[in-house]
């Protein structure tokens, strides 16, 4: 059973920065397809970045994408969200997921329904 546990979140004034972090454990790190989600209040959990086993294909929301970085480090079993020239909207509950792929990312991996480990997620507040 993979576990997940997101940390890094806060309350942060617009155009700062922040880093998230997503500790893993009970599985193989590596052989897992990482993604960030985000949800605001009354609205459907977003896509937000994923990145495939090795690291070496990324992708982003349109909408955070020149922002956003997200990365891996395998050795340590954790992924990365890091965020820069934050906004108001950028505001939510930013959560990690995990699903074990074969190689890159294929077509699905802005959807929520590819994913089968999530964390407990972690509030990024932006203040105007």
């Known amino acids: 059973q993979v576990q997940l546990v997101e940390s890094g979140g806060g309350l942060v004034q617009a155009g700062g920065s922040l880093r998230l972090s997503c500790a893993t454990s009970?599985?193989?790190?590596?052989?897992?397809?990482m993604g960030w989600f985000r949800q605001a209040p009354g609205k459907e959990r977003d896509f937000v970045a994923a990145i495939s086993r090795s690291g070496r294909t990324t992708n982003y929301a349109d909408s955070v994408k020149g922002r956003f970085t997200i990365s891996r480090d395998n050795a340590k079993n954790t992924v990365y969200l890091e965020m820069n020239s934050l906004k108001p909207e950028d505001t939510a509950v930013y959560y990690c997921?995990?699903?074990?792929?074969?190689?890159?990312?294929?077509?699905?991996?802005?959807?929520?329904?590819?994913?089968?480990?999530w964390g407990q997620g972690t509030q990024v507040t932006v203040s105007s």
């Open positions: 009970g599985g193989t790190f590596d052989m897992y397809a």
């Open positions: 997921a995990a699903v074990r792929a074969l190689g890159g990312l294929g077509n699905s991996y802005y959807s929520v329904q590819w994913y089968d480990y």
